[in-house]
C-alpha cells in the first residue's frame, strides 16, 4: 500500500505560512523565505532532495483551503500542483463548475481520500498537501511519515503545521539533512 | 559581554511541557546512552551517545548563569536551591518567595520583580558570567528596582558586627550613629557611615530587649543595611545574608534594623570589609 507523507517547509517555530495568507498573498505576511531552500538559497543537496520528493510522487491529498489558494489562473493554471499527478482535494460540498480532470473531490471524509489516492498511486507516495489535512489525518493514525524542511526563520504567526493532539504520538527520526538553506528532517510515525 | 542564548529541549511540534507541566519524553534522550557523565550538581548521571556526550559538555561548559521564570521555579522548587547545572540562577517574578528564601540561605538565586531585561542584565553581571572581577556590577542601588537576592557563590565572605550606640545630641531625637565593634578577635570591622536624625524616623526602645529604630528602605540599602530575618532574634553570620526590599514585602514600607546586628552590603562575590 501506499506510504502517506506529509511533506512540508516550516519555520523554525513550526509555521506554514504566514498571517493574512490568501489567493492573492499564498505564503502569507513574512513567510517569502520558507521555499527559498529550492528555490534561490537551493544547493545540490536541497535539489536532490527535492527531485527525490518529486519522482516518488504518485497522488496528493489536499484541503479546500490549499486547493482555492492555489487553482487556476494565477496558480496551477489547468494542473495540478504536481502537473498531471492525480490530486484528491477533500470539501464538504462538490463545486458547482468544473475543474480540470487532475482534480477529484472527495466529500465523505479525509479516510476516503487517502484510500482513493492510495489505490491511485500504486506503489508510490501519497502526499499530504497543507496543514488542514495532515492536522485531520495525524490523530486518526493515517499518517506514515512526516518530512519537515525547517527554515531558520521565526515568522510569530500564521498557519500551523501542528494542531492539538489528544495523545502524544511517538515519531522516529530516519533521517536529517543539513544544507545551509534548510534542515530536512524525515520522522516516521510509530503507531 | 556574556551571550544570552535561548534554549529549549522541545517536542517536533514546539512544546516544552505538557499541559500539566511534566515532560514525558523531552528528556529521555539524557538517558539513552552508553557514556556516563555526572552532572554539575552531581545530582544524577546523564547517559549519552558519544555524540550526545560531545554537545552535552560543551554546552555544560558554556553555562554561567541562567534566567527562568516563576513557573519553571515552581514546578522544580527552585531545584531545592541548587541547579543541576550548578549555576546561578535569576527567577523573573512577580512577588518574591519569601519562604523559599528564608528555606534556602545559601542559594546563589536571584529573584527579579522589575522585568526580564533586569532579569538577564543580571545574569549577565554574575561572577560566573562577568568577563573580568571588574565587571561584575553591584546590586542596583536605586530603590524602585527590587533585586531580590542571596549570596553569589563565593568562598569568602565574611560578616562584620556591628553595635549601635545612640548618643543624645540634646535635641528631643537622638541621633544614632552606629560604630563597628568585632564581637570577637579575627573577624574584620567595618565603620559603617553615621546616620543623621532625620534618617531615623522612630527608635523603639524596650528594657531588656535590642534598641529598635526603623529607617527607610532607600536609607537602609544605600547604608548597607539589611533587615534580618524576622524569624530569628539574632544576627546572622554574612553567609546568610538577605537584602530585603520592603516594598515586595505587602503593607511594609520600612526597614526595622536591630542595633547590635548589621551586615554590612559589599559586592556579590566579594569579602566584607
Redesign the interface.
Known amino acids: 500500500m501506499a506510504v502517506v507523507v506529509a511533506d512540508m517547509s516550516i519555520s523554525l517555530?513550526?509555521y506554514v505560512t504566514g498571517p493574512n495568507d490568501s489567493r492573492e498573498n499564498p505564503f502569507g505576511d513574512g513567510a517569502g523565505m520558507l521555499h527559498d531552500w529550492f528555490g534561490d538559497a537551493a544547493t545540490d543537496e536541497d535539489r536532490a532532495i527535492l527531485q527525490q520528493l518529486m519522482d516518488g510522487l504518485g497522488a496528493v491529498v489536499m484541503g479546500r483551503t490549499s486547493f482555492e489558494k492555489n487553482e487556476g489562473d494565477g496558480g496551477w493554471g489547468e494542473a495540478g500542483p504536481v502537473g498531471d499527478v492525480p490530486c484528491f482535494v477533500v470539501t464538504h460540498h462538490a463545486p458547482s463548475r468544473s475543474y480540470p480532470s487532475v482534480f477529484t473531490f472527495v466529500t465523505d471524509g479525509v479516510a476516503g481520500a487517502i484510500e482513493n489516492a492510495q489505490q491511485v498511486a500504486g506503489d508510490k507516495v501519497v502526499h499530504l498537501f497543507g496543514a488542514t489535512v495532515m492536522q485531520q489525518t495525524l490523530p486518526l493514525g493515517l499518517v506514515d511519515e512526516?518530512h519537515?524542511h525547517v527554515v531558520a526563520s521565526l515568522i510569530g504567526g500564521g498557519t500551523p503545521?501542528?494542531g492539538m493532539?489528544d495523545t502524544?504520538i511517538?515519531?522516529e527520526r530516519t533521517r536529517a539533512v543539513i544544507t545551509p538553506a534548510a534542515t530536512h528532517?524525515t520522522?516516521r510515525v510509530l503507531r | 559581554m556574556a551571550k544570552v542564548v535561548a534554549q529549549a529541549m522541545m517536542?517536533?511540534?514546539?512544546y516544552v511541557a505538557k499541559q500539566d507541566n511534566t515532560i514525558?519524553?523531552l528528556f529521555d534522550w539524557l538517558q539513552n546512552g552508553d557514556v556516563a557523565i555526572p552532572t554539575p550538581a552531581a545530582d544524577f548521571d546523564v547517559h549519552l551517545t558519544p555524540e550526545g556526550a560531545e554537545h552535552w559538555r560543551a554546552w555544560v561548559l558554556s553555562i554561567g548563569a541562567l534566567v527562568c521564570g516563576r513557573t519553571l521555579f515552581d514546578v522544580t522548587d527552585g531545584w531545592n536551591g541548587r541547579h543541576t547545572l550548578d549555576v546561578p540562577v535569576v527567577v523573573v517574578t512577580h512577588q518574591v518567595p519569601t519562604d523559599w528564601v528564608a528555606a534556602h540561605p545559601d542559594a546563589p538565586f536571584s529573584f527579579v520583580t522589575d522585568g526580564v531585561e533586569v532579569a538577564v542584565a543580571r545574569a549577565r553581571n554574575s561572577p560566573e558570567t562577568a568577563t573580568s572581577p571588574s565587571a561584575a556590577e553591584p546590586w542596583p542601588g536605586n530603590a524602585s528596582t527590587s533585586v531580590y537576592s542571596m549570596k553569589w557563590p563565593s568562598t569568602s565572605c565574611r560578616s562584620s558586627w556591628a553595635r549601635a550606640t545612640a548618643h543624645s545630641s540634646g535635641s528631643s531625637r537622638p541621633r544614632t550613629s552606629y560604630s563597628a565593634t568585632p564581637p570577637s578577635a579575627g573577624r574584620r570591622s567595618r565603620h559603617p557611615p553615621g546616620l543623621s536624625r532625620d534618617q531615623v524616623s522612630s527608635v523603639s526602645t524596650s528594657p531588656g530587649r535590642p534598641k529598635m529604630i526603623k529607617i527607610s528602605s532607600k536609607v537602609a540599602r544605600r547604608n548597607g543595611f539589611h533587615s534580618e530575618d524576622h524569624s530569628s532574634p539574632r544576627c546572622r553570620d554574612m553567609h546568610r545574608r538577605v537584602a530585603r526590599i520592603p516594598r515586595t514585602i505587602p503593607g511594609r514600607s520600612q526597614s526595622t534594623i536591630r542595633t547590635g546586628c548589621r551586615i554590612p552590603a559589599g559586592k556579590p562575590g566579594e569579602p566584607s570589609r
Open positions: 517555530d513550526g512526516i519537515v503545521l501542528f493532539l502524544a511517538s515519531l528532517l520522522f | 517536542s517536533l511540534d514546539g514525558g519524553r
